[in-house]
């Protein structure tokens, strides 16, 4: 079975994934897999960018995401014309010949991975570029993840990528679907700040940092007098912030949003 | 022209379609593929005589290992794939814009001749104009060559070329107008033409300041190689003012940089961005960010200085066989010269980082082995008012830890290692066509024509509004790539003897009008009646196009065969073939300027009875590389690679030399030694408050008190201007190019109330709170100078007290030369150079006011400027060729342009 392992500890934010999908399926006509896509609006691969924290604890995040070619796809359930296909390498696609426009797999799919086409009356979506996996020329990948240099995005084998998948997560396991594409390093909360002596006016290095509450952590400030205390989950959390026989407790953080903490004066 | 019978190139096995299949599908139709490069190398397939794809160039076919190095006992490879700019993959969109220039075009209420009366050439930027054919066009654009040279003299006429454009070998851009006039006007009147250059736009603090520091000719940044010693040795890696992945993007090497510093991390190199936001570079590599307000680094800098002398951490012994200079530097950071030291407390509310943070960026940088990287030249740090000082400060910061020793040096990113044995690297091969005539070479009798040559007449672009609205100018310096002798040289415009401008061919306008400073200027002296023809050549009707009087459309790389070379995880060059017939009407800057020479008469001369074929088979013969391939093997293949370097390893960083031996290894100054203090400066400019012999944190002032720029939150102009404008290189596009791709748009630009889409202006929401500003508000960035409009995108990712826009978002007035909606911001950029005696650019870290756009303020516009609103626009390409035709074509319907929704 066919399946899409994303990094996004790799990814850049470059959006080459996005803008090749374009270059692939806008203006080209793909029949029988793929009616042409519009120039704007669809996005059958997709960066969203996640801004993280506040000045100056600030981390920057991009996620890729595309059909999901669930196991269990909900879309297939529901199509009435019955154009919606899982293939035998676990790819779904949508018949463009068969689709009748009704848009039902648009609300059946949770992940909103599928886009309707006003002008051809048609729901398109990511086909895992099965035209060229089919053809083999003039590549046999996906495009975006042929645009992918970084190496952020492969597609092959769910078996060839064992070791990688029982490291990895997927969105929304709640919806439980089984989709195929993998993510490793998403990125999770983060509580972080700055420890500075406001008498001397020097960061405080090596200040221990623990946290409590709906989950624990240590973290000791680095040579900036930061601490990054990240992959929480969210929850609301007590920092102690020890040093020199000083101490401080900021109490009710709550992590459902990353938590910049700012300069932090040790008293 | 020949039709050009292109080599597939990259058509061996497996990557073509099987020819003699039956199309029983579209997706099973057969493709051709072709080799070209824009920015890096793509594989373009081609069906049914239209581009399918741009994709990566897969190298299955060289058979050469990837280069691989194994450092810390990590390994890393470079891609076998050519590693595409996001906007390279979505270059077909401008093979096919509705923004293509489809014929040659006058503009309506403009006549050759001169007579002001009939030339109206106070409508540039707003009249629209009418098709014409290559034969009417080519014959005014003779007549008017003829007239001028014959009414004036030759100088009357200057060429203003584009430097960052699709960079062809044979038909190339880059100024094959100035080749062919300074050949035609020196074999007809024995006279050149003005001559015209842009100054060291992207490493200006470098040219006119570190030069003086510590030379390295030409562009004042340390060179040689420093990937081994950096990956080995350097310990932190402080990004300072970096412009992060644009330009990593835009270089040959495409995202080879990104993948480096990836590797880096790996290898427990520590990355600080040291810069007012978090740029495309800094979001991938950050490890941390110390914000700083635009154009104070050198009050920071100085407050390291201060530290280290204070803790005794700096190497007195490096400085006393290194350098001279440095008590007066000491003098000046401790205080006794001004009664101020530079300490941390003077240093933090000036550039808004923490007094702590100031002291642990001291430490760690005295600590560990520590460079100091720029991506490419220096963005923001070194375009600035008074940037010089930052520059120069930078190198006596690295002096100061004993510069050149492992890991202490100044990078312009990790770079690759070349081949062993270049020929020349893609950068001089691009330059072939800027190579003069041999014709004129034999001539002038060897001498080849340099922008800095004194003895002929010269006009800087920088300089352009004071020079046509106000002669005569002077100026010291000029050019790009220049030594630093000719920072002491006075030139004068116009040349003694010779004419002023008349007439400006240019072939990629978007540059000077929107990338240099105040544009918003340069754009109201073109329109003077003195200027009595401008000619554009240019593929797109994109930012700047619409200053010219007659326009000729050129095309894409897709439409021609060429020959280039480019170097991303290998050298190479390529045959580029004709992948695609020309769209519209449309010729080569080569074919354009053919076109002219027939109708001079100068046609034979100009093409030297050569064919395009010939040209290419001349410039692989001139490349150097006919020692490497055969002809008759390369054009049958279409490529030509060679590995990087097997020795690359033993390439050493050229400071190192200096770093253990300064007497046998002097640098580039005067003394050969890094002068803190520079003599040449204090004999040369014995009065310069802006760039003394010694640099200094320089804020300005006043222009009734002397002083180049008032552009800091010291002065009286930021009572009405308190914001900073941080404006750096393009993300999504190379300076003005690429604003007209939906797919890059939809990314790049933010949908305003009115329909338009704006260029993003991002604000802290601390400061958009202040203002009443809201999240997708249109907002105008504005001061003295004029007014860009965009849409507010309020982001934790910049420090209050600045604004940022990249630069290039697009010229679409609203009023010429006072209101832009397009989202270029360099049109309000100071006018005043980096400083007096210094002509460069300063288009970043200036005073701007942000304000909401309110629906009464737009319906006044429209009101008043009611042309400018009913011009063809699509939001998911932005302004139109049509919107600026009399006739609309009929492939391109009309499209209500930003009606409120």
């Known amino acids: 079975m066919k399946a899409f392992v994303i990094d996004v500890a790799k990814c850049n934010g470059c959006y080459g994934c996005q803008i090749a999908c374009k270059d692939e399926h806008c203006g080209n006509d793909w029949m029988p897999y793929a009616r042409p896509q519009p120039d704007t609006g669809q996005f059958w691969s997709k960066v969203t960018e996640y801004t993280r924290g506040t000045i100056p604890q600030v981390k920057c995040s991009f996620i890729p995401a595309l059909c999901m070619h669930c196991e269990d796809a909900p879309c297939i359930k529901v199509c009435p014309t019955q154009a919606i296909r899982q293939r035998e390498d676990g790819l779904v696609i949508i018949d463009p010949a068969k689709c009748g426009g009704h848009r039902l797999c648009m609300g059946a799919c949770p992940y909103g991975a599928i886009y309707f086409n006003k002008e051809l009356n048609i729901a398109q979506k990511c086909t895992g570029c099965a035209h060229l996996l089919d053809r083999g020329w003039p590549i046999k990948e996906p495009r975006c993840v042929d645009a992918c240099i970084l190496g952020a995005m492969q597609f092959g084998e769910e078996d060839d990528f064992k070791d990688l998948i029982t490291k990895a997560e997927i969105l929304h396991p709640e919806y439980g679907l089984k989709p195929r594409v993998y993510y490793l390093n998403l990125p999770k909360r983060f509580i972080a700040g700055t420890v500075y002596d406001p008498l001397i006016k020097e960061v405080v290095i090596g200040a221990t940092c623990t946290l409590s509450g709906d989950g624990s952590a240590t973290a000791i400030t680095d040579h900036w007098g930061d601490f990054w205390l990240d992959g929480l989950e969210i929850g609301t959390y007590s920092l102690k912030i020890e040093a020199a026989g000083k101490t401080k407790i900021i109490a009710d953080i709550n992590t459902a949003k990353d938590v910049s903490l700012g300069d932090i004066p040790l008293e | ?901």
């Open chain 2, 1 to 901: 022209m020949e039709e050009n019978k292109a080599p597939t190139a990259a058509a061996p096995a497996g990557t073509i379609g099987p020819a003699e299949s039956p199309a029983v599908s579209p997706a099973l139709e057969p493709e051709q593929t072709f080799l070209e490069e824009i920015w890096q190398l793509a594989a373009v397939d081609v069906k049914h005589g239209k581009i399918v794809r741009r994709r990566p160039w897969h190298d299955d076919v060289t058979g050469i290992q990837p280069f691989t190095c194994t450092i810390k006992g990590k390994t890393w490879s470079a891609p076998t794939r050519s590693p595409l700019a996001p906007y390279a993959l979505a270059y077909k969109k401008r093979v096919y814009s509705p923004n293509r220039i489809l014929y040659p075009l006058k503009r309506v209420d403009w006549e050759p001749g001169g007579d002001p009366s009939k030339t109206n050439t106070e409508n540039r930027g707003t009249s629209k104009y009418e098709r014409i054919s290559w034969d009417e066009a080519t014959n005014i654009i003779a007549k008017e060559i003829t007239r001028l040279c014959e009414k004036y003299g030759p100088s009357a006429i200057t060429t203003i070329q584009s430097p960052h454009g699709e960079k062809g070998m044979v038909h190339k851009d880059h100024g094959i107008n100035t080749q062919f006039l300074q050949y035609y006007c020196y074999t007809k009147y024995g006279e050149f033409i003005t001559g015209s250059a842009g100054s060291p736009a992207s490493w200006e603090g470098s040219a006119w300041g570190a030069k003086h520091v510590w030379g390295f000719e030409v562009f004042g940044q340390e060179t040689g190689q420093t990937m081994k010693d950096t990956l080995e040795n350097c310990q932190l890696l402080l990004h300072w003012g970096s412009d992060g992945g644009a330009k990593t993007w835009n270089s040959p090497r495409g995202q080879i940089g990104d993948m480096l510093l990836y590797y880096s991390t790996e290898l427990g190199i520590e990355h600080v961005y040291i810069c007012p936001d978090v740029n495309s570079e800094a979001q991938a590599h950050m490890d941390k960010w110390i914000p700083v307000l635009p154009g104070t680094d050198p009050a920071l800098q100085l407050a390291i200085a201060y530290t280290w002398i204070k803790e005794d951490t700096y190497d007195q012994a490096y400085l006393a066989t290194h350098a001279v200079g440095f008590d007066k530097f000491k003098a000046y950071v401790m205080g006794e010269e001004d009664g101020v030291p530079k300490t941390p407390a003077w240093a933090s509310p000036l550039c808004k980082v923490p007094e702590w943070t100031i002291k642990a960026l001291a430490r760690n940088f005295a600590k560990h082995r520590t460079s100091i990287c720029h991506k490419m030249d220096g963005g923001g740090l070194k375009r600035a008012p008074y940037c010089h000082e930052a520059a120069r400060l930078e190198v006596y910061l690295l002096a100061m830890q004993g510069w050149g020793r492992p890991g202490v040096h100044q990078l312009k990113g990790i770079a690759l290692p070349t081949s062993a044995n270049p020929p020349q690297s893609a950068r001089g091969l691009a330059h072939f066509m800027n190579a003069q005539p041999a014709p004129l070479t034999k001539a002038l009798n060897g001498r080849v024509l340099r922008e800095w040559d004194t003895d002929r007449p010269f006009i800087p672009s920088n300089e352009l509004p004071k020079a046509i609205n106000n002669p005569p100018v002077s100026w010291y310096g000029g050019g790009v790539m220049v030594p630093t002798v000719t920072q002491f040289v006075q030139r004068t415009y116009p040349f003694p003897g010779k004419s002023e401008v008349h007439m400006v061919w240019s072939d990629g306008p978007g540059f000077f009008l929107g990338a240099a400073m105040d544009g918003n200027s340069t754009w109201k002296a073109l329109q003077s009646p003195k200027v009595e023809f401008i000619l554009v050549q240019h593929p797109w009707m994109d930012s700047g196009t619409n200053i010219a009087d007659i326009i000729l459309p050129i095309n894409t790389k897709h439409e021609k065969y060429d020959f280039t070379a480019n170097s991303a995880e290998m050298d190479g060059i390529y045959l580029e073939g004709k992948a695609i017939e020309p769209v519209g009407e449309s010729k080569s800057d080569y074919e354009a300027v053919c076109e002219i020479a027939k109708k001079l008469n100068f046609y034979d001369e100009w093409t030297q009875g050569k064919s395009v074929e010939d040209w290419v088979k001349e410039a692989f013969n001139l490349s150097g590389w006919m020692g490497l391939v055969s002809w008759e093997v390369f054009s049958k293949q279409g490529y030509f690679c060679q590995p990087i370097d097997p020795n690359w390893q033993d390439a050493k960083p050229t400071s190192e030399a200096f770093y253990n031996d300064p007497e046998k290894n002097p640098l580039q100054t005067p003394t050969g030694k890094i002068e803190f203090y520079s003599q040449r400066l204090a004999e040369k400019f014995p009065n310069d408050k802006e760039r003394g012999p010694l640099a200094h944190y320089v804020i300005g002032g006043p222009a009734s008190k002397g002083w180049s720029h008032d552009e800091s939150l010291q002065g009286e102009r930021a009572k009405n201007y308190p914001l900073l404008m941080m404006s750096s290189n393009r993300t999504w596009g190379e300076h003005q190019q690429c604003t007209d791709i939906p797919w890059v748009r939809e990314i790049s630009k933010v949908p305003g109330w009115d329909g338009y889409w704006y260029e993003p202006v991002k604000m802290h929401p601390a400061d958009a709170a202040k203002r009443g500003i809201a999240a997708g508000d249109i907002v105008k960035v504005f001061n003295e100078r004029g007014i860009v409009l965009g849409a507010a995108v309020l982001t934790e990712k910049i420090i209050p007290g600045a604004v940022a826009m990249e630069k290039g978002g697009g010229i679409d007035f609203i009023a010429v030369g006072q209101i832009n909606r397009g989202g270029t911001n360099n049109l309000i950029a100071p006018h005043m150079g980096v400083s007096k005696n210094a002509m460069g650019l300063a288009v970043t870290s200036y005073l701007v006011e942000v304000a909401r756009v309110t629906a009464n303020e737009m319906e006044a516009w429209r009101q008043q400027y009611p042309d400018a609103f009913a011009r063809n626009y699509d939001p998911a390409y932005g302004p139109l060729f049509a919107g600026w035709t009399v006739s609309i074509s009929d492939d391109q319907p009309p499209i209500a342009r930003g009606d409120p929704k």
